[in-house]
Nanobody, 120 residues
Framework: QVQLQESGPGLVKPSQTLSLTCTVRGDSITTTLSYWGWIRQPPGKGLEWMGVIAYEGSNYDSPSLKSRTSISRDTSKNQFSLQLSSVTAEDTAVYYC????????????WGRGTQVTVSS
């Protein structure tokens, strides 16, 4: 059973960098053809893909977020992380991590999500 757990601060001040970590159990983030992503859902809006890191370490970052996102991993801890810089109130959302079987499909394992609020 693959389990993902998001962790990080629930409150971030405007202009700061949001940092979240996803801890994976029941699978390895280096499993061949595994893909690990971050998705968010702002209040009253749909899901938004933020970025993906593949099993061999290559990345895809959403163009809509331009250069504000950075996804990294720690294979020794079986974790992957998200950093979102220069946050504003529009970055307030529930943030999810998930596991897929390709870059943009097969996303069947999800964390429960963590609420992040951007406010001073």
């Amino acid at each position: 059973q693959v389990q993902l757990q998001e962790s990080g601060p629930g409150l971030v001040k405007p202009s700061q960098t949001l940092s979240l970590t996803c801890t994976v159990r029941g699978d390895s983030i280096t499993t061949t053809l595994s893909y690990w992503g971050w998705i968010r859902q702002p209040p009253g809006k749909g899901l938004e893909w933020m970025g993906v890191i593949a099993y061999e370490g290559s990345n895809y970052d959403s163009p809509s977020l331009k250069s504000r996102t950075s996804i990294s991993r720690d294979t020794s801890k079986n974790q992957f992380s998200l950093q979102l810089s220069s946050v504003t109130a529009e970055d307030t959302a529930v943030y999810y991590c998930a596991r897929g079987s390709s870059w943009f499909a097969g996303w069947i394992y999800w964390g429960r999500g963590t609420q992040v609020t951007v406010s001073s």
